[in-house]
């Protein structure tokens, strides 16, 4: 079954770029239907949703971040990335990455999930 | 953006009870409702999709209803597993939006 694997820095200092990586295994980055996402909780808190890529490329990002956002995908590495610029303490949380599966329609669940990395943004 | 409300937010119940949350959408959002389980320190789980569509793997103790602005999660028979917390999310437009969750703990 697909897997999701988070990988990146778990300390980044404030106004520097935070860079995260998923690499998905178990099945294709490249499948039609499905999205590639990124959701993060603050400590203590509810779940926001980042943002999606497609593996074309395709792109939507949450409003609130979108200024700071950027995602990629590398099919020929099965994993795609994000980078959120000019972080402050209010970046900390645990992020993960996890696979949307889409409708006809619209996007739609989160599954499956990566296990989550904690990113603490502290100098 | 669709705001989600969950209620209640936290639960005291004992195992066997019945258990329900709710969810309710700030626009109608068709079926477009999911819900996950969340244990302390690991990723959410899919319990739900589509409203009503019971992920493969999830026992069937956990049920969901609703359209349009109102949804619930029931449980019917709550089990110590089911300790968590639970998040509705939905998914009829971006951005993609959680409910604040639902913590049910032991009564």
């Known amino acids: 079954q697909v897997q999701l694997q988070e990988s990146g820095p778990g300390l980044v200092k404030p106004s520097q770029t935070l860079s995260l990586t998923c690499t998905v295994s178990g099945g294709s980055i490249s499948s039609a239907g499905y999205y590639w996402s990124w959701i993060r909780q603050h400590p203590g808190k509810g779940l926001e949703w980042i943002g999606s890529i497609y593996f074309s490329g395709s792109t939507y990002y949450t409003p609130s971040l979108k200024s700071r956002v950027t995602m990629s995908v590398d099919t020929s590495k099965s994993h795609f990335s994000l980078n959120l610029t000019s972080v402050t303490a209010a970046d900390t949380a645990v992020y993960y990455c996890?696979?949307?599966?889409?409708?006809?329609?619209?996007?739609?669940?989160?599954?499956?999930w990566g296990q989550g990395t904690l990113v603490i943004v502290s100098s | 953006d669709v705001q989600m409300t969950q209620s209640p937010s936290s639960l005291s119940a004992s195992v066997g009870d019945r258990v329900t949350i709710t969810c309710r959408a700030s626009q109608s959002i068709s079926s477009s409702l999911n819900w996950y389980q969340q244990k302390p320190g690991k990723a959410p789980k899919l319990l739900i999709y589509g409203a009503s569509n019971l992920q493969s793997g999830v026992p069937s103790r956990f049920s969901g209803s609703g359209s349009g602005t109102d949804f619930t999660l029931t449980i019917s028979s709550l089990q110590p597993e089911d300790f968590a917390t639970y998040y509705c999310?939905?998914?009829?437009?971006?951005?993609?939006?959680f409910g604040g969750g639902t913590k049910v703990e032991i009564k």
């Open positions: 996890a696979r949307v599966t889409t409708t006809v329609t619209t996007m739609g669940w989160f599954d499956p």
């Open positions: 999310q939905q998914s009829y437009n971006t951005p993609l939006t």
